[in-house]
């Protein structure tokens, strides 16, 4: 008697550019693991018109795709064009996955915080209360990774940002609005900022492939803090290397990005995958 075959799946990774990203890899070799019937590709789209990014989504849906991911310029950008907001991704202003449902309607999540938090807790940094924790940058991964540490946990968050209004008005909304203990530091004290720390965490652009160094002296850092990078590219920015010559355990934005795929594959495909040592390998690979 004939089996009727696994339904197809295509989804994918929406952004500008698109080209540098590691999704489909991560992706691609789960729906392979797996046994899945499916794709995952990268979709451009310019962020430069003014329907560009509507008419992607609508195209998307029309096509019959289970979703996709969201990366820069249109996190923000998308939530107009999402029927149903999670409440993370509500709380955090943005949307990194969509969610095609059968009867046309569109979910928007946002699961960089749950890959944060996951990646800390592969490297056994799990008691998120055990100190204060600074966080460097106000942008959309600074918010992800403060929501997230909060919610698991943490009694003391430090932002300090390069635009010291953005870190006073990111403090204030998070206390007011979400109950979350962020206390807004200028730039210029950044450092002091970090004595006593358990954990550091740098969110901003600075030490990415292409961009300038973080301007950083780790004096005032414990030795037991853990130092944490939300980039991958490169692997060990100026700020890792500096930390691991200090004697600091390090962990950079690999982890955040492997495990923030996750549920967006559930949510799509209908398994919650592994993240192998193959998988790691493989991506590890690529930065060689």
């Not at 992800?144 to 946990?153: F, I, N, P, T």
Request: a neutral charge; hydrophobic letters at 45%.
């Amino acid at each position: 008697m004939a089996t009727t075959p696994a339904p197809y799946k295509v989804a994918g990774i929406m952004g500008w550019p698109v080209g540098q990203s590691r999704s489909p890899l991560i992706h691609n070799y789960w729906i392979a693991k797996y046994g899945l019937e499916g794709d995952y590709i990268r979709l451009p789209v310019k962020p430069d018109s003014p329907t560009g990014l509507k008419d992607a989504i609508a195209g998307m849906r029309a096509m019959g795709f289970a979703g996709c991911n969201l990366t820069m310029p249109h996190k923000t950008a998308a939530l107009p064009f999402v029927d149903h907001l999670d409440p993370m991704a509500k709380r955090m202003g943005a949307v990194n996955t969509l969610v095609f449902a059968e009867d046309g309607s569109i979910s928007g999540y946002n699961n960089d915080g749950f890959g944060y938090v996951e990646s800390l807790r592969e490297v056994g940094y799990t008691d998120f209360a055990k100190g204060p924790i600074t966080v460097l940058g106000a942008g959309g991964a600074a918010r992800a990774v403060m929501l997230a540490l909060a919610d698991a946990g943490a009694k003391e968050i430090r932002l300090a940002n390069r635009t010291d209004a953005n870190a006073v008005a990111t403090a204030q909304k998070f206390t007011d609005e979400f109950g979350v203990p962020v206390r807004a530091v200028p730039w210029a004290d950044r450092c002091q900022a970090l004595d006593g720390c358990a954990l550091l965490v740098n969110a901003t652009s600075q030490g990415m492939y292409g961009q300038p160094a973080l301007n950083l002296v780790l004096d005032a850092l414990p030795l037991a803090a853990l130092v944490s990078d939300v980039i991958y590219v490169p692997l060990e920015t100026p700020l890792l290397a500096a930390a691991k010559a200090r004697g600091h355990q390090t962990t950079n934005g690999l982890g955040m990005l492997l495990n923030q795929a996750r549920p967006a594959f559930k949510a799509w495909f209908g398994v919650m995958p592994e993240i192998t040592d193959e998988l790691r390998a493989k991506a590890l690979a690529t930065f060689q």
